[in-house]
């Protein structure tokens, strides 16, 4: 495997629209198109391969080669795409998976995203997640939230990811992106120093650790917008998350600081379309309210923090459940699709029938899917 045929593959993934690439041996290369793995008939990949794979990518991004186990970083094809990368040692051979991120950073429209989130990317401060499993959409949101500041007011935005994902170009905001073990030795170390470089708008790639959330609650809690994401599966799991870095002592306190500044969450589910021909997000999303803050601050009161959001929607907010009954409406997903999604499927079938849906109904619209495997000439030029 050569430098020019690795290249080639990438390319082949931004042209179909893939949104991850798996090199493992014994495989042929995989593309995921809208959550689904494709084999490209290409050749199965050696331990050579492989290697030569991963020495070319971490090479790229000035590492050594021999010094890792595990290594994420990013690498880009300029003027073509960029790449979020993982090599992993497994049975003594190289595997690499990468996440093809767009140059372009997509509206709030263009990833059907609802409008609400763009009020919450216009907040001045407070504390704000994206939540979500791996491949929901989370950095791909933070994007288009900090494009959103980026282009309506002028700001100081400071990011701090592992690795550097989307790239920001200036407009009316003035943008630092620094990078994990490229510019900075930690999410705390880095988020310190952020505080030190006149931010109004801080972004942290990912909630990991005690320091890390302790510290951006701190910038949160000195007036700063605080953005960031975590894998948690809704608002409720993300409090007891949070919560759960702590020692016991001290989770009372947390909460307390949790209710405060905490301006919203948004957890976000893909769902394939029902023609299948790509994924739409389902979007539960909290704001802080009154009420809200009681159940944040009182353990008793987190259950119902999801009968709360349900009866918040005058103040922007939705649980996946309603949500799933927009798209329902708007045609955008099958009913086997939101029943499979639905966070209480009783319940979402008892409300289906109510508004005279047919929980049973079959979707029998042909889908408009890609099917494997891609077929290349593996020497040929594309």
């Known amino acids: 495997m050569d430098r020019e045929k690795l290249y080639r593959l990438l ?21 995921r198109f809208n959550g689904d793995l494709v084999e490209l008939r290409y050749k199965v990949l050696t331990e050579k391969d492989t290697e030569a794979i991963a020495r070319i990518l971490a090479e790229a991004d000035n590492k050594k080669f021999e010094d890792f186990n595990e290594l994420d970083l990013a690498f880009e094809l300029p003027g073509e795409g960029r790449f979020r990368v993982n090599i992993s040692r497994q049975r003594r051979f190289y595997n690499i998976v990468l996440r093809v991120i767009p140059l372009q950073i997509r509206t709030f429209e263009e990833l059907n995203l609802p409008s609400t989130l763009r009020d919450v990317a216009r907040l001045q401060r407070g504390y704000v997640l994206v939540t979500g499993s791996t491949g929901m959409g989370k950095s791909t949101t ?9 282009h309506t007011r002028k700001s100081k935005i400071v990011t701090i990811e592992d690795p550097i994902e989307f790239v920001f170009t200036h407009d009316k905001s003035i943008i630092t992106q620094r990078e994990v073990g490229t510019d900075t030795t930690s999410f705390p170390d880095a988020l310190r120093a952020a505080l030190r470089q006149d931010p109004d708008c801080i972004m942290v790639g990912e909630m990991r650790d005690q320091t890390t959330v302790d510290t951006s609650l701190k910038a949160a809690e000195t007036g700063h917008l605080v953005l960031s994401s975590i894998h948690t599966s809704d608002v409720q799991s993300t409090i007891n998350r949070l919560v759960s870095f702590f020692p016991a002592e001290e989770q009372m306190q947390v909460r307390a600081r949790l209710a405060d500044n905490l301006a919203a969450i948004v957890s976000l589910r893909l769902l394939p379309t029902k023609k299948q021909n790509s994924r739409v997000p389902a979007v539960e999303v909290m704001r802080s309210t009154r009420s809200m803050q009681e159940c944040i601050k009182d353990p008793a009161k987190t259950s ?10 005058g103040e922007m907010m939705q649980t996946f459940d309603q949500h799933l009954l927009d798209l329902l409406r708007a045609n955008k997903i099958s009913v086997e699709t939101a029943l499979t999604a639905a966070s209480n499927p009783t319940d979402f079938r008892t409300k289906l029938a109510l508004e005279g849906g047919d929980p049973d109904a079959v979707d029998d619209e042909p889908a408009d899917k890609i099917e494997g495997p891609l077929e290349i000439d593996p020497d040929s030029r594309f």
């Open 11 to 31: 390319r082949l993934g931004i042209e179909k629209g893939a949104s991850d690439i798996h090199f493992q041996v014994g495989y042929l290369p995989l593309y």
């Open 142 to 150: 933070l994007a288009t939230m900090i494009e959103e500041i980026n």
């Open 304 to 313: 119902e923090i999801a009968d709360y959001i349900a009866r918040g929607r």
